[in-house]
């Protein structure tokens, strides 16, 4: 039932910016909290940025100040803004979402239920 689909991934150079999209549709988009992960070859999947209904936003230390999560509820879709990019940031970054309390307060993925497909991020030096 819901679906999660993200874009706007591709190849960049350091100090370049991205901006990566997340369609949602099938649930109450804006009861969900919403947030972007990163998974790198060979390495767990990480917690990256959080939105919470009220707009309330989390990020992890290693992108505080260079990426910006943001929604537009009325497209049902979710942003991750990312400037300053650096090749550490490379991974695949997916999308996900969850109606439950604790989505809205861990960046852990074991919180989350609901996940896009991911889009591919690559950066060179």
């Known amino acids: 039932q819901v679906q999660l689909v993200e874009s706007g991934g591709g190849s960049a150079q350091a100090g370049w910016s991205l901006r990566l999209s997340c369609s949602a549709s099938?649930?109450?988009?804006?009861?969900?909290?919403m947030g972007w992960f990163r998974q790198a070859p060979g390495k767990e999947r990480e917690g990256v940025a959080r939105i919470v209904h009220d707009g309330t936003t989390t990020y992890a230390d290693s992108v505080k100040g260079r990426f910006t999560i943001s929604k537009d509820n009325a497209k049902n879709t979710l942003y991750l803004q990312m400037n300053s990019l650096k090749p550490e940031d490379s991974a695949m970054y997916y999308c996900?979402?969850?109606?439950?309390?604790?989505?809205?307060?861990?960046?852990?993925?074991?919180?989350?239920?609901?996940w896009g497909q991911g889009t591919q991020v690559t950066v060179s030096s």
């Open positions: 099938g649930y109450t988009y804006s009861r969900y909290c």
């Open positions: 996900a979402a969850d109606k439950r309390w604790r989505a809205c307060t861990t960046l852990a993925a074991s919180s989350f239920d609901y």
